[in-house]
C-alpha cells in the first residue's frame, strides 16, 4: 500500500471544531490537497482563503478524496456523516481509507469499520489525546485501531498532526484507549481542584502552593500547563466540559 504522502494523496476534512481546524491548518502546511466540509460553513471558507477546497456537500467530499479524516462531537454525528444516502459511505471509492477521530464507542468504532468494510473502505479509530494548543503545535498523541497496513501507509499523516502515534489492536481498540486517557483526565482534573482548594483554606500562599505542586511527583505532565494558567486566574476552556461529561457517560457505559 502507498504511504499517504501529500504528492500521493487528495485528503478529505469532516469537523471544523476547536481542535478539526487546527488539525486540517497542519494538513495544509505540509502541502496536502485538502477539501473541507462543516455543518457551518464558515468554518470551511476561512480554510479555503488558505488554498482548501469547499465541496457543495459530503458526497462531493468523499468522490474526490484517497484519505478522509473526520473529528465530530459524539456517536450521533458520525452516524449522521457516515450513512445514509447522503453520508459520505454512498459517495465513496472503494480503496478510500477513513480515519475518524471522534471520540465515540469502541462498539460505534467497530460497526462504523463493519460497514465500510462491506463497501471497500478501510476504517481506522484515530482518537486524538491532547488538547487545542497541541493541535495546533502538532504535538498530540494519536491512539490507533485496525488495519496494521493501513496504520503504517498513513503515518505521513500522523506525522503532520502528532508528536506520537500508537496501534492498539484491532477496530475500536483506539477509541477504547482514548476512554481509559480520559478516565485519569477528568478524574485527575477534579482530584487537583480538589487539593488546591484544601491548600487555600488551609493557609498556604496560592501562587507558592501552585509553584510547588506543579513540580511534585504527583502531577502529570499534562496537568502542569493548567496549573500555569490557574496561577494567573486563566480559566478558558481548552476542552469544553460538555464533552467531558460525554466522554464520562461513554467510560460509565463501557465500564457497566
Not at 469532516?14 to 460553513?41: E, F, K, T, W
Not at 454525528?77 to 480503496?95: D, H, I, K, N, Q
Request: with cysteine; aromatic share 6%; net charge neutral.
Amino acid at each position: 500500500m502507498k504511504r499517504f504522502t501529500a504528492d500521493q494523496v487528495k485528503v478529505g476534512f469532516i469537523g471544523l471544531g476547536n481542535m478539526g481546524i487546527r488539525i486540517a491548518q497542519r494538513l495544509l502546511d505540509h502541502g496536502y490537497q485538502l477539501s473541507v466540509y462543516d455543518r457551518n460553513p464558515g468554518k470551511a471558507e476561512a480554510l479555503a482563503a488558505q488554498g482548501a477546497v469547499v465541496p457543495k456537500d459530503l458526497l462531493e467530499l468523499a468522490r474526490t478524496s484517497d484519505v478522509v479524516l473526520s473529528c465530530v462531537t459524539n456517536d450521533e454525528a458520525v452516524w449522521s456523516v457516515y450513512t445514509g444516502p447522503e453520508g459520505l459511505f454512498a459517495g465513496a471509492r472503494p480503496g478510500t481509507v477513513v480515519l475518524e477521530m471522534s471520540t465515540i464507542s469502541p462498539e460505534s468504532s467497530r460497526e462504523l469499520h463493519r460497514l465500510g468494510a462491506m463497501r471497500g473502505i478501510e476504517v481506522l479509530d484515530v482518537a486524538i489525546s491532547g488538547s487545542t494548543p497541541a493541535a495546533e503545535e502538532g504535538l498530540l498523541t494519536l491512539l490507533v485501531g485496525g488495519n496494521r497496513d493501513v496504520f503504517h501507509a498513513a503515518e505521513p499523516i500522523f506525522q503532520a498532526i502528532a508528536k506520537r502515534y500508537f496501534l492498539l489492536g484491532d477496530s475500536g481498540s483506539g477509541t477504547a484507549m482514548k476512554l481509559v486517557v480520559n478516565t485519569l483526565l477528568g478524574v485527575g482534573m477534579q482530584a487537583i481542584a480538589e487539593a488546591v482548594v484544601l491548600g487555600e483554606k488551609a493557609g498556604l500562599d496560592r501562587e507558592r502552593l501552585l509553584e510547588v505542586l506543579s513540580q511534585t511527583a504527583v502531577i502529570a505532565p499534562a496537568h502542569v500547563g493548567k496549573l500555569a494558567r490557574a496561577a494567573i486566574n486563566d480559566y478558558s476552556p481548552q476542552f469544553p466540559l460538555r464533552l467531558m461529561n460525554k466522554d464520562f457517560q461513554l467510560i460509565l457505559k463501557a465500564a457497566a
